[in-house]
């Protein structure tokens, strides 16, 4: 009996060390243009606001190697692409902490996330431009912010 106490112990254990980087795989946050943190990706690539509110997901895009960014309401609002967030003239909006040169700001601590609205009919992806070393005129927060009606 005290073997299989043990064994069993001993799964539990492995099982746990071994999910624990899968969860922090699963989300990552986002910084604006000026390496201030505005939103996390999580529970499936949805894209919350540091308050918790759910404003956008991510869509693999087999043309790019990324992913598509769609707004709820169904607004094709752009690519992340090797930790870039691109808007559709090709300007970084945000992205990774990794992405950037120079130090980030400290991450907040995130609200309670709020339901996911159902998804509207997504619209069709515009052809993806050339991707430039410009950096958007529009906060990261307000980009997002086009995919809620």
Do not use: C
Request: aromatic fraction near 10%; hydrophobic fraction near 40%.
């Amino acid at each position: 009996m005290a073997r299989r106490t043990v064994a069993l112990f001993f799964a539990v254990l492995i099982i746990a060390v071994v999910t624990i980087p899968v969860k922090a795989i699963d989300e990552f946050s986002l910084f604006d243009s000026s390496g201030r943190p505005a939103a996390y990706v999580s529970d499936g690539l949805t894209i919350y606001l540091w308050s918790g509110t759910p404003v956008a997901y991510l869509t693999e895009d087999d043309l790019s190697d990324g992913f598509h960014v769609y707004g709820f309401n169904g607004r094709h609002l752009g690519w992340f692409i090797s930790g870039i967030i691109r808007d559709h003239h090709g300007a970084a909006v945000g992205g990774l902490k990794e992405a950037f040169r120079s130090p980030t700001e400290l991450e907040p601590l995130k609200g309670s996330k709020q339901s996911k609205p159902v998804k509207s009919v997504a619209e069709l992806p515009p052809v993806p431009p050339v991707m430039s070393r410009e950096r958007s005129e529009i906060p990261l927060r307000s980009f997002l912010m086009q995919g809620v009606d």
